[in-house]
Every structure is written in structure tokens, then in C-alpha cells.
């Protein structure tokens, strides 16, 4: 930051009193002359030996008391009770200086307070946003890149820029300034770049028409920051966000741009997008925003961004609102110094949510430093604290030594004025991160015992948790059907999972509508060796719904405890290549399952992971991949289709159990290097129900409720209606508290869902209209079974080897006649099997005879007036698939599979009515014929 800026320090605050009590002086006088007749040997020598004890008791009761009151006048044993003065109104400062948040808490962080405009706040009154305690302001100079001259209305400079500027300028107001960027090349951030140094008058206009700042270029206090944010670059890898941020600022460099370089950017995107090296030259001057009563950030940063709904008037400004910022100076750890291991060098891990020191054995030791200046230098002293000595002791120093060949506590360091904490988990010996899958879910997030909150709470407990599906889980039910995979997804946000990995059954709505429906996903989707018509990866580029996380739809690293965990999938090539047909959309291709492993464990090996997890999805044979996954180094296989978990070269367990239980496997890795995989049993239903007995001993507060709307805070907690006393250590009960609040979190999210669900089911989705000469009209049978016929039609060129001339008959079976008028979307499904999936089979003559003779399946019209025949001994039947299971368990062979049958007639209707616009009208039955035999 530049010399200019005025850092506050909050006024010396009276350490505690040392008790004043001086020593008592020795007793003095001379002994008295002896008389009398000489003394006996043996009591001259009892007295002596009195004289000489009471001689060394006095000398004991003179050094205790010297030591009592050498400690006593060394002052304090510990922090002061902090004194934050009278609460503050909301982001203002009180009679001692410090900030309160809008909670009434106190903000000892925070040093100095700023605004930050644009056109957006009108014309400031830059003397009363000065008057109302501003000591700084960040002003958006301009948007985009620089203008070409080739439109004429083009013009991205912020209009109240100069205005703004010469304010600041003229009121010795620090200020630095922003631009909000779209850039998505390299060519482009640099064009940003001329646009900045335009605008700071470091350069003339490239053309006419454009504002000349030279004659007075702007002195900045505060750095240029490069704003990224807007959706349009939200698709942007990370190593390419870093180049084209670097290729700004080179830029403006070039230019002739001195000062300080920053980004601005949101808390998630802070986390997510700018974890890669690249973007170290920029962490010092990081300005962040979210909007909370905290940060709850512990990375290096400079500014936060508080809010953007502080009262306008209140500053000088013409909006309504208008954002607050400030900068902080937070107490923080820096690093180790002087560590000692038994095996392992100890390492100290900050993740950004939670700082951690990693001491590999009994007797390994560290000293953790702070940013603190010493007291010769000006700084306070700080007073460490241990909470469990048997596990590692703290020193005066901050050195801390395990005492333990294993075990967790927790060292808290403090300043000696009360105001500011902070806390690093200490762990000792191996560290587990488990890994909770679900797979084959079938569209239910609940099956009327189990529900994905009790599955969230599984990753809440536990410590580093993992979560993850390993697929089958997008479709079947009518949940799944209302909206397509949508409902699923958000389901998965809703419970907090990690990623997902698609198998083919899950395209079963085509791949643009899983594209789009990805993005609401609260991690990364998964499917590495699936590809379009093009060749390109179904999900490449896919963002998460709050765009904080970017995947290339093939691997994804998670980062646990300092340890990297790569993941890739992998669906079954057959189902794809022989059982998947996309309505209305090309059939994806995929690649070889072996050769697709060895480029993502290649990927992976690149990012320098620590572990590789392979998941495979239903219909996956990983027995005869197993051979290659152990040759490629893979650590681990998460099965979506077994039964129950492997122990071969490589390890596999086995997740597909819906949601009558949830598969967990153990990465636990030794420190200093090497990791081994413990598969657990599966934890069953009643476990998963019983859990809840624990989670209802505690209350959730309004707060963690109202975190099922909003991203989750790792700053709220859960107030216990008398969580029992006797947890077993601090740690268990923590993790009570954290399980019990990913539990109502989620389940208050699921809840949400399902009242939307229920809206949804019951909004109008089109009119159904009746034809004026009904008797000429075909059924609504005869109609699903002509749709079901052209669907199978269509995709004949993709039919198994031998079937592509054979003649296909479709039959609907179960359908119930709709009633003319508005249709819901529950009328439509009302009048469809439930939960039916629409499927080309092949069968036995006999058995398909058998079946339409039944009268319980309708065909198409022109069928439907005469009897069936069937061609030779084994025909094609194109039907959904309860209807089809009446044909008998083994008389039956799945050819194809289009997708879930509600959302196969949906679409078709939305075809038929231009997007539901329009009225849908049953077509007219063919001029010949006299009648149907159903």
C-alpha cells in the first residue's frame, strides 16, 4: 500500500495491574551470652540441629515468597479482557476506534474505512462521505477494453470517473480505482489495459472521441484492481484467468503504471478460481467481497468488501445504497519457524477456511510466527494456550511440541489486549479423509425412511469429508421427471456434495439439457471419456451454480488437510454405444475406457496429486479394467454398479446401494508421504436414521435455517437445547454440532425443493383442446403409441447389428385419457405409468402376443383395427418399461433406451404447441377405417 494511507491504532489500553507488595525483612538482633552450667554433648547437638533447620525453613519461606512476588510483579499471566467500548451503529466506529459489524460486534481488523462508486451512485457529495469518517475511495474508472474507432455509440469510460477523481483529488481523498473486465483473451485484458491507462492520463486517446487525461494525471494512493466477476469470463480456467490477468497489468505496466497492482473478486471466486500459483504476485492486495457480518477468510488478503446495502444518504451519494469497504490489518499466523520432525518435516496448512500445523510424531516440534511485531518493536505480547496438553504444549514462544503419537487440540494465540484471537488445529500422526459415496439414485433424494440431509450429515461430522455420486442418479421418478435432471442436481447442492459423475443412463434427457442442468450443481461434473458429435467432452467448461467452481468434465482435484485428491470417471461404452438413444440428439460417443484412463491419471499426475480415485459408473466392468488401473497408479475405484466392495490390486468400493445405504472408503495418509485406502461397510439405513437421535439434541438457530437459501457459512453455529456434558472430547462434540448443522441445512433446502416441486406440479403447462368432431379424433393411446413408434423410427440407423429391418410396433400401455382443458404438469403425469422409461426390446413372439392381446396396451391407429401378427419368431416392441415387464422377467432383451417417458411426451407436446403457447390438439384419426379393436 503507499505511504500515504493512515493506519489506525487503537489506544493503549491499561495492562493489568501488578500487585505491589514488598518482601519482609529478615529478623535481626544478637544472641543472647550463655550462663549456667556447660551443656551435655547430645542436646548441644539436638540444638544445633533445630537451630539449623529452622535456619533452612526460613530460607524456603524467603524463596517461595521471592518467587511469588517475582511472578506477581511480572505482570499479567494472560490477555486482558478486551474493552471495545460502547457497540457502534452498523460498519461506523465508536468513541475508542474501533468498527462494528452489523451485529454490534467489534471489527479490531479493521483500520480504515472506504467506499467504493460508480455512474451507478450519481454525483457524489464527496465532503460528506469525507465528513461521515471515509478515509479512502475505490472509483470504477470504465468497463471493457479500450474503444477501436469502429462503432460510434461505443464508448466504456464510467461517467462520473473524472468527476469522481478530481473530487477525491481536490479533498485529499486516497483513492485507487477499478475496472470491470470481460476479457476473455489475452488481446483483450491488454485493450482493458490502454483503456486504465488512458484514464489515469498515463497515455493520449488512441483516436478521436475519446476523453484526454494527460494534461493532470490522476495519483493513485490505492492500487489499480482488476475486476473479475462478471458471468461472461465465469467459464475462464484458472491458469488462463492468471495469464490474462498478468497480460493486463503488463500492459499497464508498458504504459507507464508505477503503483500498486490489485484484484477484486468474490470470497468464492477468491477460493475457487485463484488457488493457482499464478495469481501469487496479487494476494497482498486482494479485495474481497462478501457480503456477512465476517470474512471468514484466513489467506492473505488486503480489503474486504462488507456490504452493498449501506444507507446512500449516509455518504454523500445519489443511490439508494452504496457499498462499504475496509482495510484489514487481521492478527494472523505467518509460518513456522524452526521445525523438527521424527520422520517428517512439520508443515503448516491454511486451506483459507481453517489454519493447521501437521506434526508427524511424539516429540516433533515447531514454533508458529505471527505477524505481530515484538514489544521492543511496538507490538503486543501475545499469550498461547494449549486446549489439551496431553496431545501438544505451547510455549511463551509459540512453540509447539506433540506429546502424543497421535491426536488432535487446538493452539490459540492472543493478543494482550483481549482484542484479537486466532487458532491453528494442531494434528498429530495419520490423517483420515473419508470419502462418502451414493450412486444409482434414480432421481430420489427421498425414499420415504432416508433423505440426502441424512447423507449431508454423514460429511458434516466427519473432518475433511469427501462426498460424491458415483451415477445412476439423475432419472426414474417423478421428482426427477418434473423438470428433467435439474431436480437431482439441486438436490446435490442442497446436501452439500463435492462432484458427480454421470454415467450413460443419465444422458437419458440429451446432452445440452444435462449441460445446462450441471449448472446447478454445487460441484463438478464428471464424465471423462463421454463426447459429443464433435469429439469435444460433454461437460468441458462446465461452471457450478454460484460460477465459483470451474471443471473440464474429465478430473477435478479437491484439496483435503494439504492433501491434493484427483478424481476421474468413467462410463460404460456399451450402454452408450448400444443402449443410449437421445431423442432428438446425436447419440455421444465414447472412448475407449483403458486409453481414457491413462490420459486422466496423466492429467492428474500433472497437478502433482497425492491420490488418484477412479469413479466408475453403472454398467462399468471394472474387473477386467483393474489390471490397467493398478499399472497407471491408480489409488482407489468407486463403483456405482457393484455389490459389495473388492480387495484386489486395486481396491474397490462398491456405491451403488440408492439410498438403502452410503458406501465410505478412508484415504489415510501418513505424513511424510504414502497413503493406504481402508474400505468400510456400507452405513445402512436404520445407522443413517438413528444418526438423527443425535442431530435433534441440537436447535438450529435462524441463521443456519436460513443458510439453506444461502451459500454455507462456516461461521454459524448451533446452540445445543443441552447437548450432553460428557462428549467424549472437544473434537467429537464439535463434530456433533457441525453434522447436526449440515442436517437441518439440508434438510431445510430438500424441504424448499419439494414446495417448489409441488408448484411446479401444479402450474398449467398447457390447454389441451378438444377436436369439434371428436369421433374423427384418434386416442390419446393411439397418439403415445405413434409418438413411441416415429422416437424408435428415427434412431433406426442406431439399432443393434441385424434389427435395421425389422418393423417395430409401438404400445402404450396404462395410459389414462386427459380431460380437455388446462393441463398440469401432475395431470401429465397422471395420465403416464409412473416413473415409466421409454425402451426398444426385442421378445418373444409368443410373449409380445400374449401381451397385446391382453387389451391392457393400445397401439397406433391404423394398427389398433386389426389384429397383430407377428413377423417370425421374435419381434420389436417399442413401449415404456412398466408396461413391458408384463412380458415376463427374462423374455425381454433392452435394445435401446430413450429417457424418461414424461419427459419424452413433454417434449413432444412442447414441439406441438410452440412452446406451450399454443392449444394441443389430438390429430385426427386416418379418413379410412371404420372402428378399433381397444
Not at 474493552?83 to 479490531?108: C, H, I, R, S, V
Not at 455518504?315 to 445504497?321: M, N
Not at 444418526?691 to 444461502?710: C, G, L, Q
Request: hydrophobic share 40%.
Amino acid at each position: 500500500m503507499a505511504d500515504n494511507r493512515k493506519i489506525y491504532r487503537s489506544p493503549a489500553r491499561a495492562a493489568n495491574p501488578a500487585p505491589t507488595s514488598s518482601a519482609p525483612s529478615p529478623a535481626g538482633g544478637t544472641t543472647p551470652p550463655r550462663t549456667g552450667a556447660p551443656k551435655r554433648k547430645r542436646p548441644r547437638r539436638r540444638r544445633s540441629r533445630l537451630v539449623l533447620a529452622l535456619c533452612l525453613v526460613c530460607v524456603l519461606v524467603v524463596a517461595v515468597v521471592c518467587l511469588v512476588l517475582t511472578r506477581c510483579s511480572a505482570g499479567p499471566t494472560g490477555p486482558a479482557t478486551a474493552d471495545f467500548g460502547t457497540a457502534a451503529a452498523a460498519w461506523q466506529k465508536n468513541e475508542l476506534g474501533y468498527y462494528f459489524n452489523a451485529n454490534g460486534e467489534a471489527m479490531p481488523a479493521a483500520v480504515l474505512k472506504g467506499i467504493d462508486v460508480s455512474k451507478f451512485q450519481g454525483e457524489v457529495d464527496w465532503e460528506k462521505a469525507k465528513a461521515a469518517g471515509i478515509d479512502f475511495a475505490i472509483i470504477r474508472c470504465g468497463y471493457g477494453g479500450e474503444w477501436d474507432g469502429q462503432e460510434a455509440d461505443w464508448a466504456q469510460d464510467d461517467d462520473q470517473w473524472r468527476r469522481n477523481a478530481d473530487e477525491c483529488t481536490r479533498l485529499g481523498i486516497p483513492f485507487g480505482v477499478y475496472l470491470y473486465s470481460y476479457a476473455t483473451t489475452v488481446e483483450e485484458a491488454r485493450s482493458e489495459a490502454d483503456h486504465v491507462a488512458r484514464l489515469l492520463g498515463l497515455v493520449a486517446p488512441p483516436q478521436e472521441g475519446l476523453a484526454d487525461y494527460t494534461a493532470t494525471p490522476y495519483q493513485l494512493s490505492y492500487p489499480v484492481y482488476y475486476d473479475l466477476e462478471d458471468k461472461s469470463i465465469s467459464d475462464i480456467f484458472p491458469e488462463e484467468m492468471a495469464a490474462i490477468t498478468q497480460a493486463f497489468f503488463d500492459r499497464l505496466v508498458e504504459l507507464g503504471y508505477t503503483g500498486e497492482q490489485g484484484i477484486y473478486a468474490s470470497l468464492n471466486w477468491v477460493r475457487a478460481r485463484f488457488s493457482d500459483p499464478a495469481f501469487d504476485p496479487w494476494r497482498d492486495n486482494l479485495w474481497i467481497a462478501r457480503f456477512s457480518n465476517s470474512l471468514g477468510y484466513t489467506g492473505t488478503y488486503d480489503m474486504w468488501q462488507c456490504t452493498y446495502q449501506a444507507p446512500g444518504a449516509d455518504y454523500g451519494v445519489q443511490s439508494e445504497t452504496v457499498d462499504v469497504d475496509f482495510v484489514m490489518r487481521p492478527f494472523a499466523f505467518t509460518g513456522l519457524a524452526d521445525p523438527l520432525g521424527k520422520n517428517a518435516e512439520p508443515k503448516l496448512v491454511n486451506d483459507t477456511y481453517q489454519v493447521e500445523l501437521h506434526l508427524d510424531a511424539k516429540d516433533a516440534r515447531a514454533t508458529l510466527t505471527t505477524n505481530q511485531a515484538s514489544e521492543e518493536e511496538g507490538g503486543q505480547k501475545v499469550y498461547w494456550q494449549t486446549s489439551d496438553e496431553t496431545v501438544a504444549t505451547v510455549d511463551k514462544n509459540g512453540t509447539v511440541r506433540a506429546r502424543a503419537d497421535s491426536g488432535e487440540c487446538t493452539i490459540t494465540a492472543t493478543l494482550a489486549d483481549g482484542t484479537e484471537s486466532i487458532s491453528c488445529l494442531v494434528r498429530i500422526g495419520d490423517i483420515t479423509v473419508p470419502v462418502f459415496a451414493t450412486g444409482q439414485l434414480a432421481g430420489q433424494r427421498d425414499n420415504g425412511e432416508v433423505s440426502l440431509a441424512d447423507v449431508a450429515a454423514l460429511k458434516g461430522a466427519a473432518p475433511d469429508a469427501i462426498l460424491l455420486d458415483a451415477g445412476g442418479s439423475l432419472h426414474g421418478t417423478l421428482s426427477a421427471s418434473l423438470t428433467g435432471g435439474m431436480d437431482m442436481l439441486s438436490s446435490f447442492s442442497a446436501a452439500g456434495y463435492d462432484l458427480q459423475a454421470f454415467g450413460a443412463a443419465d444422458l437419458a434427457y440429451g446432452i445440452e439439457r444435462l449441460r445446462s442442468d450441471a449448472n446447478m450443481a454445487s460441484g463438478p461434473s464428471l464424465v471423462a471419456n463421454l463426447r459429443d458429435a464433435e469429439g469435444s467432452a460433454i461437460f468441458y467448461r462446465s461452471t457450478s451454480w454460484n460460477r465459483n467452481r470451474i471443471t473440464n468434465g474429465m478430473n477435478y482435484v479437491l484439496e483435503r488437510a494439504g492433501y491434493k485428491i484427483g478424481f476421474f470417471s468413467l462410463a460404460d461404452t456399451a450402454t452408450v454405444t448400444e443402449k443410449v438413444g437421445l431423442v432428438n440428439e446425436e447419440t455421444p460417443i465414447a472412448n475407449d475406457l483403458a486409453q481414457t484412463a491413462s490420459e486422466q491419471v496423466a492429467a492428474l499426475q500433472a497437478e502433482g496429486v497425492d491420490v488418484i480415485l477412479c469413479v466408475a459408473t453403472p454398467g462399468v466392468d471394472v474387473s477386467a479394467l483393474q489390471d490397467t488401473l493398478s499399472q497407471l497408479g491408480v489409488t482407489a475405484v468407486i463403483d456405482g454398479g457393484t455389490t459389495e466392495n473388492q480387495t484386489g490390486s486395486v481396491p474397490v468400493l462398491a456405491a451403488g446401494n440408492a439410498l438403502n445405504a452410503v458406501a465410505r472408503l478412508d484415504l489415510v495418509f501418513t505424513q511424510g508421504g504414502g497413503c493406504r485406502v481402508v474400505l468400510n461397510d456400507a452405513i445402512p439405513a436404520q445407522t443413517l436414521t438413528a444418526n438423527r437421535d443425535t442431530w435433534n439434541r441440537y436447535v438450529p438457530t435462524e441463521e443456519t435455517v436460513a443458510s439453506a437459501s444461502d451459500a454455507a457459512d462456516p461461521e454459524k453455529e448451533l446452540a445445543s437445547d443441552g447437548a450432553d456434558p460428557s462428549s467424549p472430547t472437544e473434537s467429537a462434540a464439535a463434530a456433533e454440532a457441525s453434522g447436526a448443522e449440515a442436517y437441518f441445512s439440508a434438510a431445510a433446502s430438500l424441504a424448499e425443493l419439494d414446495a417448489d416441486d409441488s408448484s411446479i406440479l401444479n402450474t398449467p403447462l398447457f390447454t389441451y383442446a378438444q377436436n369439434p368432431d371428436a369421433t374423427k379424433t384418434i386416442s390419446y393411446g393411439n397418439y403415445l403409441a405413434t409418438l413411441y413408434e416415429e422416437i424408435a423410427e428415427n434412431d433406426r440407423d442406431h439399432w443393434p447389428e441385424g434389427w435395421a429391418e425389422s418393423v417395430v410396433t409401438g404400445v402404450a400401455g396404462g395410459v389414462t385419457e386427459l380431460e380437455y382443458g388446462g393441463i398440469t404438469r401432475q395431470a401429465l403425469l397422471d395420465s403416464l405409468p409412473a416413473t415409466a422409461r421409454l425402451v426398444l426390446v426385442s421378445t418373444t413372439a409368443e410373449a409380445a402376443q400374449t401381451l397385446i392381446d391382453s387389451g391392457n396396451v393400445t397401439r397406433t391407429y391404423q394398427s389398433s383395427l386389426t389384429a397383430w401378427e407377428p413377423e417370425g419368431d421374435t419381434v420389436l416392441l417399442v413401449g415404456d418399461t412398466i408396461t413391458l415387464q408384463a412380458l415376463g422377467e427374462g423374455n425381454y432383451t433392452i435394445l435401446r433406451d430413450y429417457g424418461d417417458l414424461f419427459w419424452d411426451v413433454r417434449m413432444n407436446i412442447n414441439d406441438n404447441t410452440n412452446n406451450f403457447t399454443e392449444d394441443f390438439v389430438l390429430p385426427e384419426a386416418p379418413t379410412y377405417g371404420v372402428g378399433r379393436n381397444q
